[in-house]
């Protein structure tokens, strides 16, 4: 299934795990051409300069590389089809109120990793060590694999080189923990008390045995029915609920079960309407191979098949309302005709010089 505009406008995302790799896809180029002025812009690198795996996912604390004092950001969404990672708290237009907050965004290479404090050496005799952050410069991919539970992929991410250098390498980050949420109590003006959940407003009405036989037999229905068009016909049981009588108007038509039920009759109807045709062939061969008529019975069926899904179109396009119109459109053409019928029965000629009369001339008449 190809990318549409909307997919890759709406690429950037909060969630740390990797379901899928659409992002790998190609993006058309006319995806990027605006129709109008109010159109957001669609942005997408190469295939090929695109990343599979990403380490560095929403929730991670990094370092920009080049920035010298180390200040530790974190991460607030990324774009998979731009490369892109998006910075909390650091807004573009900060001091302009007059603009859209935007936050910042640097390039995936730019991203290092914030592993944790390294207590460094004195550099002086008497001078106490200084922690200092290490920062993961190179991050490898170990044991990707589908997590059929989870529904997304897995891997483990591994350090393989630091900044400032690590005696201990290989090792492993842990993936952000989403934050918990912040469940506030209901306000007890707003929210329904449990004394009014708990209560019983509903009270089935109580019917015997012998009501429900007669309402399965489908007479107490009719009369139902009977008594909506007719009001004086036999009434029926009014201590019934009104949900016995309308079950098949109440029902989903659309339901999966039913919408399952009705693919499976059908399929089963082919099936054995393929097995007729399969069988007439075979009955009949006149000198064919078995192969031959088998493929004889097939374009028979397909055509068969070609058949009802025509009717079935033309049946549903043949709705009431174009029924109604071609009985208005065939009844204006008759009276047009029978007008015009009209009008050259009565047809009256002046008299007038150099007129001739059909089977009136003097030739005729002596003929």
Known sequence: MSLTRIQVQRATTVSPWTRDFRHLLPVPKHFQNRQTWFDPITKAVRVKDRIKY???????????????????????????????????????????????PVNRSVHYSRCMLYIGEHVGKATSVGEQPKAISVFARRIGV????????????????????????????????????????????????LDTTPETVREITYKPPVFSLSKLISLESGAAEKAYLRTLFNPSAIPFDTSAPMEVYLTNELSNPHSRAKKQARWQAAAKRKSVLFKKFVAQELKNLNGRSIRDARAEAAFKYRQKLEEER???????????????????????????AEKQKEKLSQLVLRDAPNQFIPGKSTRRQEA
Not at 88 to 99: I, M, S, V
């Open 54 to 100: 990403w380490n560095v996912v929403p929730g991670d604390q990094i370092s920009i590389r080049g920035d010298t004092r180390k200040t530790i950001h974190e991460v607030l969404s990324i774009n998979k089809f731009t490369n892109r990672v998006y910075l909390k708290g650091a807004n573009l237009h900060e001091g302009k109120p007059y603009k859209t």
């Open 310 to 336: 025509k009717s079935e179109k033309k049946r549903r396009w043949l709705t009431k309302d174009r029924l109604a119109k071609i009985e208005r459109k065939s009844q204006r053409k008759t009276r047009k």
């Open 142 to 189: 170990r044991d990707p694999h589908w997590d059929p539970i989870l529904y997304r992929w897995n891997w483990k991410r591994l350090v393989l080189a630091t900044d400032p250098y690590a005696p201990k390498t290989k090792i492993e980050l842990e993936w952000p923990q989403p934050e918990e949420r912040d469940h506030q109590e209901p306000n007890p003006l």
